[in-house]
């Protein structure tokens, strides 16, 4: 009786045993024939803003070296939080990535009930770029400089107001540390994204707006848009001419946005560190370059381990500006 005990269980063992090692293999397989199929790349913003534009550069590099194309989905909404729950919630396969950014970082902050969790429901691929934030005005605006924006605020309590792309946003946080910082009284309109709020930065309906220079550059070179400063502690090579916050009289005022892009949680290792490598090769490309040195981006192409790393501080960094700001939504 023991002796047939024995035999079944070692039977059983050898059958487990066999079973995970298929499926390591079968998974392994996948991971080398990966993509077989077309791959989404959601954009948690409408199109025309920084995230798409940046989605779609890399977007058609990766279409070209992975043989299979890269669609992609733009779903705005929520502070880009919409976006980025279908990924997380999207089958573990490499097959549905999103275009994430700063935002997302600043979201578990704000957010005071998330369907997901940036840090355990997505996994980092690689961070794509940097970018600059810049505060802009519209043409007519009266004020020139940002001391003459703030004298005029603080004259005018209430009066004005800011757009952003979104409720918890960098933009939005950025507006919110603006006015703590200069102790005026500026009124928050939230957008779906960047273009719609230019759109009505441009046509009057808002005062001023921090949005990043990718998606501000074409209109402030147009004249449709003044800049007045930038918010990271060097000046912008796109906008050398502008100052930071810091020279405008607000120390230590630094925030600029990073794009990266991420895969939802338990999606293959091999999967993720292709996706990587080959991010990091196209933005080595020279034409990547320019083009991102032309919206005034800096190419980036880091480990997902590193952009793991990142994204772990930048939470802690922004949980304690949004307390700061005393921001917080359902």
Do not use: C
Not at 70 to 75: K, L, T
Not at 139 to 148: C, I, N, R, S, Y
Not at 255 to 282: H, N, Q, Y
Request: charged letters at 15%; hydrophobic letters at 45%; proline letters at 8%.
């Amino acid at each position: 009786m023991q002796s047939a005990f024995r035999t079944a269980a070692a039977a059983l063992a050898f059958t487990l045993a066999a079973g995970t090692a298929f499926a390591q293999t079968n998974a392994q397989t996948n991971a080398q024939a990966y993509p077989v199929k077309p791959i989404r790349l959601i954009v948690p913003f409408p199109p025309g803003g920084t995230t798409d534009i940046l989605a779609r550069t890399v977007g058609q590099k990766l279409t070209v070296a992975l043989g299979q194309p890269v669609v992609i989905e733009n779903r705005p909404g929520a502070g880009a939080t919409i976006g980025a729950d279908a990924v997380a919630k999207a089958p573990a396969d490499g097959y549905t990535l999103l275009m994430g950014a700063v935002h997302h970082t600043i979201a578990p902050s704000v957010y005071k009930r998330l369907s997901y969790d940036v840090q355990k429901d997505l996994a980092p691929v690689s961070v794509v770029a940097i970018v600059p934030n810049v505060l802009v005005v519209g043409p007519g605006f009266p004020a020139k400089t940002v001391q003459e924006l703030v004298a005029y605020a603080k004259a005018n309590p209430g009066k004005l107001t800011y757009a952003s792309n979104g409720n918890g946003t960098a933009h939005h946080l950025i507006g919110e540390q603006f006015k703590a910082q200069t102790g005026t009284d500026i009124g928050h309109i939230p957008y779906k994204g960047s273009a719609p709020a230019i759109t009505d930065l441009m046509g009057g309906q808002v005062s001023m707006m921090f949005d990043t220079t990718s998606s501000a550059l074409p209109y402030i070179k147009a004249g449709k848009l003044r800049a007045l400063a930038v918010a990271t502690a060097k000046r912008s090579s796109a906008l050398p001419d502008v100052p930071t916050l810091a020279e405008a009289g607000l120390p230590g005022f630094d925030i600029a946005s990073w794009f990266g892009v991420m895969a939802p949680a338990g999606t293959p290792p091999e999967i993720v560190a292709k996706l990587s490598a080959e991010i990091a090769r196209s933005l080595a490309s020279d034409d990547v370059k320019q083009q991102f040195a032309a919206i005034g981006a800096e190419p980036v192409g880091n480990t997902p381990a590193q952009m793991r790393s990142q994204i772990q501080a930048e939470i802690g960094r922004f949980g304690k500006l949004v307390k700061q700001a005393n921001l917080s939504m359902d």
